[in-house]
């Protein structure tokens, strides 16, 4: 082979060596080194290249020694390409182990990193060399933080929780980790909570077998850990339990002897514990339960007995004794019975009482029999066991009704008091379980019953309601006794009321008819000296007008509050009414048709005359002014027997014969509690200025004092009724004699003492007197008229006195002088004289009386009738005794021609 081809051999496999070692570069990762050695074969390659250019080379002209050189380059070139090409593989095995070594440790990192444990290394002196992720997520420090850092003080407190050193047990851990294979210990968590880690802990060696590290995995154990500590305090609490309770527990063998019993059972056998284990306990306590204990084990299910009754052997005098008991087989993990837990409960105070209570019973019911009341049983649902039959005679349904459930006891309860009823249950649930409540039932007959439950709530188990027991009361007529009493409150403060408004109006009228006296009795001589063509006269009648009509207005005060003085008299009310039909028929107008009813043989009454047409008259205008569209008003009378029925409308009724006067009209009507006031002084209904609210009230204050009572009937719409009784007459008073008084009075002669304290009265009174003749002495007071008497030595034929004054009433003034004087004789004149001459109203027999306000013309008429009575049948008054004198007529009375019948009463 010549050189030349030796030159180009060289040349291909330099190259194909360069080309081999750059394709190694990968495969190594080892770039420098093999560019160096492509660079070498490279360079090598060229430098043959140079050389095949070399003339000598080109021609053959070579040196022998040239020759073998490049046939030992071309021997060195095969080899370095062998040798590239045989180590190629072998860099290529070495990457792929070193692939999958790193492939393995990139696992073994995540599996590390994202395991569910605690995961660290530790250097020889005890400072943390790792810490995977869940480590950090639990004791909340970052692997930058925790690092290098030594593991007591960091994640291991300085102390346990018995307090001692932990730095110590660290030390020897990483001296001698077999030791501490598996270890469980507290450790601390950056924010200070302490959690207890079961470790497992591994020693990493070096070669010659020197610890380099110690592999920790630990566990967090703290749930564990604080259940084994629950554990123990349970199980303390559990043998005390076992020990204190009141409840007898034993414990037993499968064979029934005893492995423990309580405190409780040996208190209950009167023993001490320690006789107990080892021994049998049916040789203890013989009884046939023994075959109910091995049927127990024989089953492995529980038994329990009710009541049983026992005998203990070594204490016959406690007798039979009553045991609940339950027997409770444990069983093993094989499921054979192991012991049998034995609990007792004894009952015998609860089985005698029951049987006491079952011995009662049978008394129970006979006493049931015997009370005034239903005694039952009821329940959630209203149905109710009645002991008795005694729901027929108060009710009349069957007591089978009941019992079948055909009727509910809130069957019979109104609908209006039921839920009263039901609300009273309820609210006892809450409270005390007793309750008393009171309701009204229908019973078969139709008839309301008040009814009075007392019961008493029994509860079960879960204190929800199992029973009810109680007892029914009918107080239907306890009620009803209640409801009078009731009105009869409601009348007696009614009759306070009028009773102060009544002080209050005698007071303002004694005062206010002086002053009206005055007026009246001036005006009335201004007229006598006044000829008709008189321009004073007018002006004068108005005074005398507007005198007459608060005159009217007084009375009526007093009529009301009933403290006028009455001078009653024998009056058959169908000649009052047939005498005021005229005048009753211009008063309520054209459109008012008047209707009269009168009972022929209508029983006479005493009563003022004056009074009871006033009556008539109030009424009807109030009737009038109820029917503003016109209407009928009806006028009715009659005679009545009252009975004790009546006495619930008025506490004071006294039943007997009486005389009805109804006066009804079908205006507008009343409502119930419109009604309730009429009678009240100054109610009014009316607008103002249409009436003074004084006109029923009078109405119910004459009727009173005249010893009758009034009564109203009246709906909304349907019209109104009021019904006056009168009692029957006595035949002690005479009957009403009409006449009138003679027009000129007659002119007098005798001395009169006159003794009145309000000056103006005086002086008018000693005017009138001295011109129709009369000699008068006038004095202030009772002591002025005493000096009087003591100096004047003529006789005096009449003493006219006023009744209410300062020092000395008239009476007593009287009394004074009639025992010296005796034939002098006495005329009272007061405008409200109270009860010095009266009693309830009525004048006292044989006084004279005079009421103010009064005319000139009235006290002439009056003096002159009471002088010319005949002496033997005048009042001789004398202290403490009254004799009897002829009745007074009704020239006593206020002038009547003068009421204004106009203005009329209102409500």
Known sequence: MDVFTILKISILLQCLAALLALRLIPVTGRRIAWVLVSAALLLMAIRRGVSLMHPDYSAGLLHP????????????????????????????????????????????????????????????????????????????????????????????????????????????????????????????????ERAWIS??????????????????????????????????????????????????????DRNFNYIRVNQAYARACQRDIAEFPGKNHFALYPSEAQAIFAHT???????????????????????????????????????????????????????????????????????????PALVFKGYGDWTVDFLDRKIEDLAGYPKEDFDSRVLKWSDLILPQDFPMAQKMVTEALKGNKSYDREYRIKARDGRILWIQERSQIISDAAGDLAYISGVFY??????????????????????????????????????FNNLLTGIIGYADLLLTGLSPQDPLRPGVE??????????????????????????????????????????????????????????????????????????????????????PLGGKLSIETSNVEMDEAYGYRDVNFQPGPYVMLAVSDNGLGMDEETQTHIFEPFFTTKGSNQGTGLGLSTVYGIVKQSGGYIWVYSEPKWGTTFKIYLPLATPALEAEKSGAEVDRPPQGWETVLLVEDEEVVRHLVFAALQQNGYQVLMAGNPEEALAI???????????????????????????????RFPEMRVLYMSGYPENAISHHGVLDPGIDFLAKPFSPHVLIHRVRKVLDRPAMASAVISPGVKKPSPQVDDSTAPEKPKKDWGEGPDF
């Not at 420090?141 to 291991?156: A, C, D, M, Q």
């Open 474 to 511: 009918d107080i239907s007529r306890s009620k009803e006794t209640e409801e009078a009493l009731r009105q009869s409150e409601e009348q007696l403060l009614q009759a306070q009321k009028m009773e102060a408004v009544g002080r209050l109006a005698g007071g303002v009228a004694h005062d």
């Open 297 to 371: 084990v024989a089953t492995k299910t529980p038994y329990q007995a009710f009541a049983r009754p026992f005998t203990f052997p070594d204490h016959p005098e406690w007798g039979v004794t009553y045991w609940d008991w339950t027997l409770v087989p444990i069983v093993d993990r094989k499921g054979e019975v192991e012991f049998l837990v034995l609990s007792l409960r004894n009952v015998t105070s609860r089985q005698r009482a029951a049987e006491a209570l079952r011995e009662s019973e049978e008394n129970y019911r006979l006493l049931v029999g015997n009370i």
């Open 542 to 627: 108005e005074i005398k007008k507007a005198g007459d009509r608060a005159a009217s207005l007084t009375r009526q005060l007093l009529a009301f509050s009933r403290k006028q003085i009455l001078q009653p008299k024998k009056l058959n009310l169908n000649t009052v009414v047939r005498d005021m039909e005229m005048l009753l028929q211009r008063l309520i107008g054209e459109d008012i048709y008047l209707v009269t009813d009168l009972e022929a043989g209508l029983g006479l009454v005493e009563a003022d005359p004056s009074q009871i047409e006033q009556v008539i008259i109030n009424l009807a205008v109030n009737a009038r002014d109820a029917m």
């Open 65 to 192: 020694a040239d020759l073998a050189a490049e046939w030992v380059a071309l021997a060195t070139s095969s080899l370095l390409l062998a040798g590239i090409a045989c180590i190629a593989p072998l860099f290529r095995s070495i990457r792929s182990a070193n692939a999958s070594l790193a492939r393995s440790e990139a696992k073994y990192r995540e599996l590390v990193q994202n395991a569910n444990s605690i995961i660290l290394r530790l250097d020889p002196q005890a400072h943390i060399t790792f810490f995977n992720e869940f480590a950090q997520t639990f004791f909340g420090y970052s692997e930058k933080e925790i690092l290098g850092r030594p593991l007591v003080g960091t994640i291991v407190p300085s102390t346990d929780h018995q307090g001692r050193e932990q730095a110590a047990m660290v030390a020897d851990l990483v001296q001698h980790p077999e030791k501490y294979a598996t270890s469980e210990n507290e450790t601390l968590r950056r924010h200070g």
């Open 199 to 252: 470790w497992t802990n591994k020693a990493i060696t070096d070669e010659q077998g020197r610890i380099t590290e110690i592999l920790c995995i630990g566990n967090d154990t703290t749930a564990y850990q604080r259940a084994q500590e629950e554990i123990v305090e349970q199980s303390w609490l559990l043998e005390a339990f076992y020990q204190h309770t009141i409840t007898p527990l034993v414990i037993l």
């Open 789 to 819: 008497c003591e100096k004047f030595d003529k006789p005096i034929h009449l003493l006219l006195t006023d009744v209410v004054m300062p020092g000395m009433s008239g009476r007593q003034l009287a009394e004074h002088l009639t025992a």
